[in-house]
């Protein structure tokens, strides 16, 4: 009896004292803008789609329930959502690839940003819809697999059934670069999503950075 109430006197006073020392120590929260010492991936869904047009979300996913679930109903691709140094991004695989997370590397910035602030397809806006594939290397994950197929990623937006991906213009505003300023990429319709992270400046120009 007196071992119990000792025991939830000590919990009381030690959760007191926890309070009082934040007042004066708030712990420290990691914003945005923090440098990581190492990248920092936090899965948050895998979203199936299937040829049929169905689709299915899991929250844990193994390769062994990925032959079952194919076995029963084809698998067209995967999506896989998740957060990288707190930035929501998305991952599509069609070989059905979940390795996660993507890189055994610490992700190096560019030494100049480069990157699509603006996606129009044909006169509408898709940023929202696009951006968050550009991945950690900001290259549509080019390195890891075939292009992106635009149309794959499009089909959750309100306006899908009347967008025409075979016909018309892509056009992608960069950020602005050291020489000139925001770029355009136009690309005629039907086309993959590309972007090379490197070409903020032409390495013929380099010289005119330091005059």
């Keep these: ?22 007042m004066f120590y708030p712990s420290t929260m990691k914003s945005f803008d923090d440098e990581y010492e190492e990248d920092e991936y936090n899965l948050l869904c895998y979203r199936i ?20 679930i194919d076995k029963e ?4 691709y995967i999506t896989i ?9 998305k991952y599509i695989t069609y070989e059905k690839d979940i ?32 951006i968050p594939y550009l991945g950690p290397l900001q290259n549509f994950y080019s390195d890891r697999h075939a292009p ?34 925001k770029k355009c990429i136009s690309k005629d319709l039907p086309c993959s999503l590309t972007w090379k992270r490197h070409a903020a400046v032409d390495p013929r120009d380099d010289e005119k950075l330091y005059t």
């Design 1 to 22: 009896m007196w071992f119990l109430f000792a025991l939830a006197s000590f919990t009381f006073f030690g959760y007191i004292l926890k309070q009082f020392l934040l």
């Design 49 to 68: 789609k299937f040829e049929d047009g169905t689709a299915i979300n899991k929250l844990d996913l193994t390769n062994e329930e990925i032959e079952e």
């Design 73 to 76: 109903n084809k698998i067209k």
């Design 81 to 89: 959502d998740y957060m990288f140094n707190g930035q929501f991004m």
């Design 99 to 130: 390795t996660f997370p993507f890189y055994a590397f610490k992700v190096e910035p560019s030494i100049f940003p480069y990157y699509p602030e603006t996606v129009i397809l044909n006169g509408v806006d898709i940023t929202s819809y696009v």
């Design 148 to 181: 992106i197929k635009l149309d794959d990623i499009l089909l959750d937006h309100p306006d899908y059934s009347n967008f025409n991906i075979q016909e018309g213009r892509l056009i992608m505003i960069s950020n602005e670069t050291p020489l000139d300023g």
